[in-house]
Each structure stands twice: as C-alpha cells, then as structure tokens.
C-alpha cells in the first residue's frame, strides 16, 4: 500500500495593485515585481511550509469598492494577509476591514501616522522622503519659493501640510501657492495659469500616474520646464516614459528606490528582474519594487513568527533587520526605515544624485 503524502493547502494573499485609474499606468511593473517575490519565496520552501499565490484586486477602483472585495475575500478565508500598491485613500478603506484578522502590508510611499493593528508600512514617509528633498533643494539649488500640485486626497494634501510646516522653520522659504485636483484630471491650463503668475521657482508636486504625465507634458508645452524646477515623491520610470523625453527637464523625484540605483544589492534585483521578464517587461521602478518589498517583509515576518496571528508578527518585527534592493532595512514602529535618494530625471531615465537619509542603524 502506497502512503500519501497530504499537501498543506497555499497561503493565498490579496495583491492589491492599480490595474486601472491613474495609477494602472505602473501596474503592470506592480504585478511583476509581486510574481517574482512570491517565485523567490517559494523556491525557498514558501511560508509556513506553504505555497503563496496572489490573488489579484484591482485597487485602482474606489476605495468603498476595493475594501468591500478585500473583506469578501478575508470574510470567505480565501486570502490569509494582504500586500500591494494603492493610494491612501484605499488603505484607509482596507485597514479597518482586516485589521486584526490578517496582517496587511502596505507597501507605497504615504503621508505618516498609520497606527491600525496589523498594518506594516514598507514605504517612505515626508519626513525622510520629501522634506530632505526639499532641504537639498534649497541648499545645493538655491530653490527657496514653491508652488504646490496635488491631487485631492489625503496622501497630498497631508504631505503638503507637511511641507508647508518645515517652510515656515526655514529662512526665506515658502510655500506661496496650493493646488489640489481631481484624481484623472485631463485639462491643467488653469493650474498652469497660477504657477506662471506666482513668484514659485520650483513646483512640489503630488500627483498620481497618468495625472502626472498629463501635468508634465502641459507644463512643458507652456514654457514653465524653463523657468521652474520641479520635485516629486511619487515619480518613476514608466511615467517618464509617458511624459516624454521633451517634458522632464529640471525634474527630480525622492525614492528609496531607482533602477538606476548603484549598489550591489539593487543591481542585483534590476538583473533578476529583467533575467526573469526579459527586456520588454515593464520598466522596473520604486513603487513596482515596493510591492517585492512588501511581499518579502511579509515573509520575514512570518518566518520570525511561525505563524500568520498579526500579535505575533508585531512582536517578531521588533527587531528585523535585513537586506532589501533599497539597501539594509530596518522596522519600527511597524514602519520599513531605509536609505532614501535623490534623482534628476535625464529624459527618460534617473540619474541618481545624493543619498538624503540613511536607514537608521
């Protein structure tokens, strides 16, 4: 009589990632960078014993949409934790759904202050992203007045808030001018109109995908790329891409991450990335990584827990310490600290142009 072996059922996770919307312009990257961390893990045995699978959301719906699928998904015990790239107000949606009955891992860039049991944040925060861009600014560029371009949700108007205080700490610094827009905006012209007649030498801006490639391209077309720098947390590749080699001149973008990154560990990635998806998959970039990262942290904190219970994943991210493409990484406080840099765009790529912080050690 031959014995079976019994085969523990997969974990499955809920891969939240924008397949439509303004940010469905990264997407594609998203996805790619969550396959080949869950091929990574469970080519390393998985967790727990147990194969990982994806199961794909679109966030890039409204949030109420989004959360409600998630919950179904945690409510029918079809997904045991949650991961991926979607906009604040998703998250905010996502959090009190799940909090407490499978651990969340949110993995973009945010404003600060998520504090919902269970939720792990792996992306950067304005206070080691955005303000030590806005530092070097200043200091190496002599760029000192600055409008803000946001699209209107939290993520934007939070961070700008953020802005707006550490302007009033420095001498002869000031945010003269805000704006926030609808998310898909299509028509910047007055947007446009205010910044050419403010006295802003830079423009900060918090826009989402498509949102901010449409803003680049209209404000190259009206001459403002020559007299204006500009500065965003949430620029990458694929918009690049989008915006057109004619559009980023004197643009800069803050990120923990760039494919043009030079360290041994981020080369390392870029050459699994392209090995795996070969030369025509989607521009590898900060927020595509960010949902490896995400994935990885997960499975860091399930090995040092031995289970999925998020009491016990709190306690063992305590003290996790690893290796990550962005460098050494380090959690605190459920927050992911990590190196953060500075890029200036060279048409349709990065250049990468200062360290701005340093994952504390």
């Known amino acids: 009589m031959v014995a079976h072996v019994r085969r523990r059922p997969p974990l499955d996770v809920a891969f939240v990632v924008p397949r439509s919307g303004p940010a469905g312009i990264f997407g594609p990257s998203c996805e790619a960078c969550g396959t080949l961390a869950v091929e990574e893990i469970n ?5 727990l014993g147990r194969e990982v699978r994806l199961r794909v959301v679109d966030g890039g719906r409204p949030p109420g949409e989004v959360a409600a699928d998630v919950g179904a998904l945690v409510d029918a015990g079809l997904v045991h934790a949650v991961t991926g790239w979607h906009i604040s107000a998703v998250r905010q949606e996502i959090a009190p759904v799940v909090s407490g009955r499978v651990p969340y891992v949110y993995t973009p860039l945010y404003e600060g202050g998520e504090r919902t049991r269970g ?14 861009a806005l530092d070097w600014m200043v200091r190496e560029r002599g ?10 949700y939290v993520w934007p108007r939070v961070s700008a808030s ?3 205080g550490y302007a009033r700490t420095m001498p002869d610094v000031a945010i003269v001018d805000e704006m926030f827009v609808p998310l898909g905006t299509e028509d910047f012209s007055p947007v446009l109109r205010r910044i050419d007649r403010s006295s802003a030498r830079g423009v900060l801006m918090f826009l989402v995908g498509s949102d901010a490639v449409r803003f680049n391209r209209a404000f190259a077309e009206a001459g403002l790329d020559r007299q204006l720098t500009r500065l965003s947390p949430l620029m990458e590749e694929n918009m690049l891409l989008g915006s057109g080699a004619d559009a980023t001149r004197d643009l800069y973008a803050s ?10 560990s981020g080369l390392d990635f870029s050459l699994r990335y392209t090995d795996r998806f070969g030369v025509q998959a989607p521009a590898l970039n900060s927020l595509g990584e960010s949902c490896y990262e995400g994935l990885v942290l997960l499975g860091r904190l399930v090995d040092g827990a031995g289970e999925l219970a998020t009491d016990a994943l709190e306690h063992a991210g305590r003290s996790l310490v690893y290796d990550s493409p962005r460098g050494v990484v380090r959690l605190a406080g459920n927050h992911l600290l990590q190196s953060v840099h500075l890029a200036q765009a060279d048409g349709l790529g990065f250049d990468v142009v200062a360290r701005l912080t340093d994952a504390p050690a």
């Open 119 to 132: 939720v792990f944040l792996a992306g950067e925060t304005p206070d080691r992203q955005v303000l030590p």
């Open 43 to 47: 080519a390393s045995g998985g967790l």
């Open 143 to 152: 760029v000192r007045r600055w409008c803000v371009v946001g699209d209107d």
């Open 162 to 164: 953020v802005a707006r």
């Open 255 to 264: 990120a923990g991450f760039f494919e043009a990154l030079p360290t041994a």
